[in-house]
């Protein structure tokens, strides 16, 4: 176990579409605990192989996080591709690890369909709803080298941030 460097902007791997994962062993599964570890070091609730430099088809995401019934529950994503949007969408804040101090309103779809495989190589699919559909579109994104400050509708100032949320500390 060990907390990876985080890649942040700018950096051509951030941009890039990643290999698809074919050898699901030892490494791989070092790769995504390193990650896990290095996701709630940096507080995020989700990341993606390519945000540690590594150009694989992997994520990490935290489900559940704004669920008052459901346990927190952490799902990795190996190979994974959204099969299905919902036509409704909603708009919320999103940031990223790789994009610090920068946040924007981002349009999802409401639902996902998703396949993957997990670190075994099973396959499975899922279906998420709401602030589970976003974590999972904007991680899905990196693999496609896609930044949410692409699909942001409105960008915050650190000022606004402020005035939003309190100072920082
Ligand atoms: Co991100």
Known sequence: MAILNVVTEPADILLATAKP?????????????????????SE?????APQVNESLQAVIVLMNIDAEEAEEEVLELINPEIVE????????LEGCLSIPEQF????????????FEDRFGK????????????VIQH?????????????ASKMYTPEEMADMFGEEE
């Open 123 to 134: 396959t499975y699919k899922l279906e998420a709803i709401g602030y589970d559909a976003r």
């Open 139 to 151: 991680e899905i994104d990196h693999l496609h080298g896609v930044l949410f400050t692409t699909k």
């Open 44 to 48: 995020g609730v989700g990341i993606a």
């Open 21 to 41: 994962v074919t050898k699901f062993d030892t490494t791989l599964h070092k790769l995504l605990d390193d990650m896990y570890d290095t996701m709630v070091e």
């Open 85 to 92: 949007y919902s036509t409704d969408t909603n708009v919320d």
């Open 104 to 115: 924007g309103d981002v349009e999802r779809a409401n639902g996902v369909r998703v396949e």
